[in-house]
DNA sequence: CTGTTAGCGCATTCAT
DNA sequence: ATGAATGCGCTAACAG
C-alpha cells in the first residue's frame, strides 16, 4: 500500500507539499511540481487513507442514515425506506461522501457511532423525540430530520405536505360519493406525527362534507395485520371507503380483503399514501397520495450539504407537496 | 469529546491499561483497576474512535457491499437487492461489523474505496470477471461473492441453484399441458451467468418432455422494456407460457400484458424467479421459484466473518437450493 | 500487572 | 514555494 509519504520521497518533495496538491491548495505549490506530483499520485494509484485524514482533521465524509427502528429488522425490505435510502446513498456517493446506513432505536448506540466514526452528518428516517435533539446538541453536526413535526425547537426537516394528503384523499373518496369510510394509520403505533396529521386533514376534509370519522372508525393497528385489519373493517356497518396511511399496508390489506371475498372497488374503495413502485403493478392499481421520494431524498442531502459547508447556517425546513394518483382502486358508489 | 487518555488519566493508570480492558485483555489487568476502569467508561460515555482504531492496527470493521451496477442508479430500488443488502446490514450491524454499500462498475472507484477505509471484506454483488479478481488478488483481504460463476479460480460464493430453477420452472409447465414456451431474461444485458444457467436447465427439463425452446424464443431484453417484451411475445405464434428470470421483470410483463388485454392465467401463463415480496401481492398472484434470500444473507456473512477470523481459511462455496411457489399465473393447457 | 515508547497516515502550524 | 515538526486517538511492542 502506498503512502502520502511514498509520493513525496519518489517526488523528492515533502509530505507536506504532497498534501497541499491532494487538497487542492495549488497557490501554495509551483505549477510545475504539482503536476509532476500529481502524475505520480496516478502512476502508482495513490489513494489518500480516509481514517488518517479523519484522524487528522476530524473530516471523515460520512454520512450516518439511521432509521429509527427495531435494530433487528431488516429495514430496506419497507420499499419506501429502500427506495429513499438507496437515493439517499447516490446523492451522498455522488458528491463524495459515504452513507452509512444504521437501524437503532437505542440512543447510545446512535451516539456511540457518530462519536467512533467522527461523523459529520446525520439524516434521521423516522419519528423523533426529545432525546434525539439531546444527542444532536451534544454531537454538534448538522442533522436533518425528515418527515418532522416536532417544533420544541428550530431544526433541519423535509417533509411533506402529509395533512394535505389525507384531505385530497378524503375529497377523492367524497366526490365519488362515499359517506361512510374509515382509516387505518399502520404507523400510528410508532408514535408517527405523520400520520396523525394525515388523519386529521382526512378528518377535516370529510367534515367539509358534512361526514364524519368516528373514532371507532380509525384503526391504528400494527402493519402486517392485515387480515384482523380487513375483518375489522367489515365490522363497520355501511362502510365503502378505506383510507390507508401507507401504500404497503394498503396493499395488504387489499390482498387480504381479496382473500375474504370483498371486491375492490366493487365492494370496498381503497385510498394508499406514497405511491411506491408496487402501486401501480397490483390489481386493481391502487390509487394513492403521491409524494416524490426521490426528490425528498436529494434535498435532504442539499440541506445537510449546505450545512457542512458553512456549519452556522440558519436552519431550514422543505415542504413537499402531494398529488393523488388516480387508479382502480376507488370505485363509485 | 473524551478520549482514551482522557479516562486514562481520571482512572490514574496510562493509556495501555485502558486499552487492554477495552480490547478484552483481562489477563493483562488487575480486576479491581479493570471494574474501576470500565465504571469510568460507563460515566463518561467514553467511545473508542475507530478511525485511530482503524488506523493503529488496520481493523476497521469495515465491510463494503458492492453492487456492480452504474454508479448513477438507485440499487436499492430493486427489490431483491434492497432486501438482500438489508439482511446483509442486518446480521453486519448485529455482529459489530460496519457494512457500507457502493454501487459502482469502476474497478479503479471500488480499489479506491477498500484502501481509503482499510476495508476489511466485502460481499461483492453481481457479475464477475477477471478484473474483480485481479482487485480482490492486489486488497489481500476476503471477498465473498454471490451468485457467481466463474472458475478461473477458487473463490467465495453464495449462490443457489439456478439450473435446478429453470428446470423447475420448466416441469411445471410441462406439466400443466404448456407445449410453446418462451423465455424473457433480462439479467442477461449485464453479462449474467446466473440467467445463462436458468436458461439452460430451463431448455433441458423442456427437452425432456419432447419441447425445444427455439432460439427466437429466448428474449434477452433489457428489463424495464416490459411493453416491448409484451408484444414479441404475442408475436410468437401459440405460445402459451413464459418462464421470466426475475420476479421484477415477470411482474412487470404480467403488467403490460394486462395493458394488451392478454389474460394471465388465461391467455398466457407467467413464472418467475425470486420469491420477492411483491409476487405474492401481485393479481394474478405470480408462480415462482423461490430462493431464500434471508438465509442467503446470512450465509454470506458467515463465510466472510470465517475468513476475518482466520484469513487462510480455504475458500468455500454454498449453494442453497429453490423451490417451486405455485400461485395463479400459471394455467392449464 | 503496569507504564513507556513508538508509530499508523495525514493535515497543519510555523519556519525557511 | 517548500520543509520540519507536532499531534489526531489508539494499539502494540517492550520494559519494568
Redesign the interface.
Known sequence: ?VTLKDIAVKAGVSKATVSNVLNGNLTKVSPCKAKEIQDLIAEY?Y??????R??SNKS?RIISLIVYAD???????D?YI??F???L??QL??RGY??????TNDY?DI??NL????VQGVIFFGTLDKDIREIQDRAGIPFVFTDSYSSVRRINNVGIDDYRGGMIAAEHLAERGHRRLALFAPGVETGSDLDKQRIAGFAFALSKYGVALPDSHVMLAEPRRADVMARSLLDLPGVTGVFVTADIAA??LM?AL?RLGVGVPGDMSVVGFDDI??A????PGLTTIRQDI?QKARIAVEILERRLDAPSCPNESAILDVALVSRESVGYV
Chains 1, 2 share one sequence.
Open positions: 500500500m494509484g489513494v489518500p487513507n480516509q481514517t488518517a479523519s484522524l471523515s435494530c433487528d429488522r431488516n429495514v430496506l425490505a420499499p429502500s427506495l435510502a438507496g437515493e446513498l447516490r456517493q455522488k459515504f452513507g452509512m446506513i444504521r437501524a447510545a451516539l456511540q462519536n467512533a466514526w467522527n396493499i395488504e390482498q381479496k413502485p408496487m401501480r403493478l397490483v390489481t426521490t
